[in-house]
């Protein structure tokens, strides 16, 4: 935003170079400087369109030099990054179990991870609401309003806050990917914020300035850490990262090469493939990928997972028997056909030979384990892996 304040080229270079930092988010330029431009016009000011179109231009030129460098960049965005939204997220078309980021983070409880600095926020806003009233009933000119600082430096804290404000509605209302764009802009208005009031005060003792300006540090440094503080206690009470250590070694040892293995959950996908490379898994990084391929064998991997067959977003029917099925127990014969349906599907429709389970899949572990069509080839009581026998070979071990 302070480069965009300067030259054309500066505003054009800044816009190109974003995109290869991180492709998915290449409106964010885009959107930064309407709302820097639309602050303009709050303040009586002119817009340089140059500027505009300069901003416009990297990200269209930036845009251009990816799509040549790979071509399936416009097929990723609309797969993956908008039809989430449209399709899932917004639309409510489907029910895809992407990961829970993805969808509106409950306004108390991301008041709450974020304490100190909305209560901050919410001063400040204050602040500045009262700050522009006060500019726009008395008769002051702009400049005599922001003698203390400068024109651009009004604009661009003015921005900051529609931005960290705009953030906030988009993360309660919209997906909790915009919860880390509105930590860092609300972080930085928050210290535009502060060393505006610096001096509007007026403090003759030496010492004290020091102590306001080693809390100010203090604070400033807890509101950008205390979120990675929250983030690395995520990641230490998270499971234990070798815990598919030795799922992979039985994988490199028994599987051959580029053999197909049925995952029957995409989180799985980074360790499975860490320790085992050379397989072929069914489901990694985001469900979507999978759902915009085929959609039949998304719902026939989502379904399997739950323990039973069905090509369709909602099974009640199929639930509905497995319900039953489960209060005559783990030997009612349901178990046992719905175990030969799911290992037709895996064989048939996902060429695997392998599935890969866990001890919370229970009702998918009752059915493997009632069908003679499943081997129980491993098992650490925490996961295990389930061969899939083809029907000739179960009927040639009966004869």
């Known amino acids: 935003l302070f480069l965009f304040q300067k030259k054309y080229f500066l505003a054009f270079f800044v816009s190109f170079i974003y995109l290869f930092w991180h492709a998915a988010t290449f409106f964010l330029p885009l959107v930064l400087v309407c709302v820097y431009f639309v602050t303009e016009l709050f303040y009586q000011a002119k817009i340089d369109y140059k500027k505009l179109l300069a901003v416009f231009g990297g990200v269209l030129a930036s845009v251009v030099l990816v799509y040549i460098m790979t071509p399936g960049f416009f097929l990723y965005l609309h797969d993956n990054i908008l039809s989430v939204f449209t399709d899932t997220i917004l639309g409510k078309k489907v029910n895809i179990a992407e990961g829970q980021e993805l969808y509106p983070k409950d306004f108390f409880d991301f008041v709450r991870s974020n304490g100190y600095i909305f209560i901050l926020f919410l001063m400040f806003t204050f602040v500045e609401v009262w700050h522009y009233i006060s500019f726009k009933i008395s008769d002051i000119s702009f400049y005599d309003y922001s003698w203390r600082t400068s024109p651009s430096r009004r604009y661009l804290q003015t921005t900051l806050f529609f931005l960290t404000l705009m953030f906030f509605i988009g993360t ?102 860490y320790y085992y490379p050379e397989g072929r898994y069914v489901a990694g990084l985001e469900p979507k990928f999978l759902y915009e391929y085929n959609p039949k064998l998304y719902w026939l991997w989502s379904n399997i997972e739950k323990g039973i067959v069905c090509k369709r977003s909602e099974c009640l029917n199929e639930i509905t028997s497995q319900k039953k099925a489960l209060k005559n127990g783990k030997t009612d014969i349901w178990f046992r056909n719905e175990g030969d349906k799911i290992a037709d599907i895996v064989i048939t429709d996902f060429q695997s030979h392998y599935i890969v389970s866990s001890a919370s899949n229970s009702n998918l572990n009752n059915a493997l384990d009632a069908s003679p069509r499943f081997k129980k080839a491993f098992d650490d009581k925490r996961y295990m892996v389930y061969e899939v026998l083809s029907a000739n070979n179960i009927k040639s071990l009966s004869r």
């Open 172 to 273: 309660v209302a919209v997906s909790a990917r915009f919860e880390d764009f509105f930590v860092f802009f609300s972080a930085s208005y928050i210290i535009l914020c502060l060393d505006s009031m610096v001096g509007f005060i007026k403090i003759t003792d030496l010492h004290v300035k020091k102590a306001i300006f080693a809390g100010f540090v203090v604070a400033i440094v807890y509101l950008f850490v205390s979120n990675s503080l929250l983030l690395y206690e995520r990641f230490g009470s998270a499971s234990d990262p070798y815990v598919f250590s030795p799922i992979g070694m039985w994988l490199k040892e028994n599987v051959k090469k580029d053999s197909v293995i049925f995952n029957t959950s995409w989180n799985w996908f980074p360790q499975l493939y």
